[in-house]
């Protein structure tokens, strides 16, 4: 008799899970049509073989002021007072703001690599400085060093460095679980942003 109800029981969570998976699926997929009608792109989408960035330059001039970051709309304040003295540009990395989604996995040089593919494909010519704040530091730093002729400088803000020690007690959780389970866990996230 328990068996049975362990079963029912198990059937009926089960059959909510399917349920809750395709209610947010459908609700993210509303949700992404309602915001591209909402907030129209800011920038221009720039092939770079299969998949789009996003790119917004302004300004005229030489070097030019290559800001980098996730969503690079946040650089919009600060654009716009580089462009008063020479050319500036903000891209959306791969994956957020109006940029197609990378290749996983998304490492320093994946992300310098895509810059330079995108500067190239856009005709936007050297020189670069390239400016980079926090996490940013790090593909700004790969990209000086794989493409050192077409950089004129680096801007570092408050950048993120590769011998950076994080005591323990700052490990975010998911850097404490044992790896197995944080890879799974990686995995996963892209379906958990897709069912919402």
Known sequence: ????????????????????????AIYEQLGERRDKQKFSQIGRSVDIGGRSLNLSCSGEGSPVVMLEGAVGYAWAPIQREIEKSTRVCWYDR??????????????????ADDLHTLLKAAAVSPPFVLVGASFNGFPVRVFAGKYLDEVAGVVLVDASHEDQQEPASMKSPAARLPAPVRNMAYMLLPLAGWVG
């Open 1 to 24: 008799m328990m068996r049975k109800w362990a079963r029912f029981l198990l059937k009926i969570l089960s059959l909510a899970l399917a349920v809750l998976i395709v209610v947010g």
């Open 94 to 111: 791969a994956g957020y703001g109006w940029s197609d989604e990378g290749p996983s996995p998304r490492t320093s040089a994946a992300m």
